[in-house]
């Protein structure tokens, strides 16, 4: 069995409190994106993982997939191993959630593979303690999330897809270290106004969007890497009608009016950072 793994972008993030086991609660608006990687699973007797494309992904036991198959297989008392083949594309520490897009797939296809026929909202709760972003991926599309990412409201995008590069500077950064950053930051990062991205990208109003995107994040990220401003800067003087760190970083995302604009602005940034890529939303994902 084939699965596809999306990947997907923050169009905005806001900090809106911290629970006292230090996780933040956050208000974000999510979309998935052309950017994937493959994942086929073969029944097996025991969890095994082959990795391709990508030498650093943590292998066996360490793999987030390899957590959620475990996760599942003990949570549904199931008896049968799986072997699944991972290939790389997405790129990590980036914020883009390639570890959460694969788990994700692996829950729905082992979902399928093991005939539980569990429902998503089922699959979500086990899903979120592998990690924040896991539920939203199970879901993908748009959606607005919040809590520390299990509060998920799907949404439908207005519009035609819209056209991105999201690139990604040398170096990935990591999550929790963000967090402290953020943490630290006095006065605290401003957020962005969640609604108005909500609404903006509910009508395909590109202006709208422009106006309204940000990341509460992107300050403590470049305060750790400077060079993240710099791919925000890069990627405007190429013609992104905006950009925007992701996640909690290192990738940015930058806006285009067209395919075209964004194909051109990829190939001139892709002489800087190898990690560039010209991709459309998928926000109105089909059920695989
Ligand atoms: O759950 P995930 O693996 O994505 O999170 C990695 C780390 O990032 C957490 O252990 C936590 O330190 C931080 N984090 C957070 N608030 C969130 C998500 C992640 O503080 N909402």
């Known amino acids: 069995m084939e699965m596809t793994a999306y990947a997907k972008i923050n169009w905005s993030l806001a900090v809106t409190g911290l629970r006292p086991d230090g996780y933040h609660l956050l208000d974000m608006v999510m979309e998935t994106i052309g950017l994937s990687d493959t994942i086929v699973l073969s029944p097996a007797e025991e969890i095994g993982l082959d990795v391709q494309g990508d030498a650093r992904i943590p292998q066996a036991e360490d793999n987030i997939v390899v957590k959620a198959a475990r996760a599942l297989r003990d949570a549904a008392g199931v008896q049968d191993g799986v072997r699944i083949g991972l290939t790389k594309r997405i790129p990590s520490g980036a914020g883009m959630g390639g570890g959460s897009a694969d788990a994700a797939a692996v829950l729905r296809g082992l979902n399928r593979l093991w005939g539980l026929n569990w429902p998503i909202e089922k699959l979500a709760r086990l899903a979120l303690p592998l990690g924040a972003d896991v539920p939203f991926c199970l879901y993908g599309g748009l959606a607005r999330v919040r809590g520390i990412g299990e509060a998920i409201v799907p949404l439908t995008p207005g519009g035609m897809p819209l056209n991105l590069v999201v690139m990604q500077p040398d170096e990935g950064l990591s999550t ?74 290192s990738a940015v995302v930058g806006l285009f009016a067209s395919k075209r604009a964004a194909e051109d602005a990829a190939l001139r940034l892709r002489t800087e950072y190898s990690r560039c890529w010209a991709v459309q939303t998928v926000g109105a994902l089909h059920a695989q």
């Open 176 to 249: 929790p270290a963000v967090f402290r950053a953020y943490d630290a930051m006095i006065p605290v990062p401003e957020n962005p106004d969640l609604d108005r991205v909500q609404a903006a990208r509910v009508k395909g109003d590109l202006p709208g969007l422009v106006a309204s995107l940000g990341n509460a994040l992107e300050r403590p990220a470049i305060s750790m890497m400077p060079v993240v401003a710099d791919c925000l800067q890069r990627m405007e003087e190429e013609g992104a009608l905006r950009s925007v760190m992701t996640g909690s970083g």
